[in-house]
């Protein structure tokens, strides 16, 4: 239940926002898929990179947080070719 509720408030603080804070700054990012393990949520997404037209996709990015404001970057967590 404790799970449900962090991902509630974390859709509502991306609606609320509506681009004004975005949590990932410094990057072209899309199809984000924010997961909750021991109250820390994991945010992993695709990125695109700075050249592209239209997209081009070749690694999936990891972000964590503990409060849901400070945002942790991890290394790449997925190579795609």
Known sequence: MKKIII?????????VSQGQKPIIQTKYTADL????????????????????FGFKMHNWLLYSSTDMMNWTEHDVVAILW
């Open 7 to 15: 991902v509630l408030i974390f859709i509502a603080f991306c609606l």
């Open 33 to 52: 898929a924010p997961m909750v393990h021991n109250d820390t949520v994991f945010l992993y997404t695709g990125h695109d990179e700075d050249d592209a």
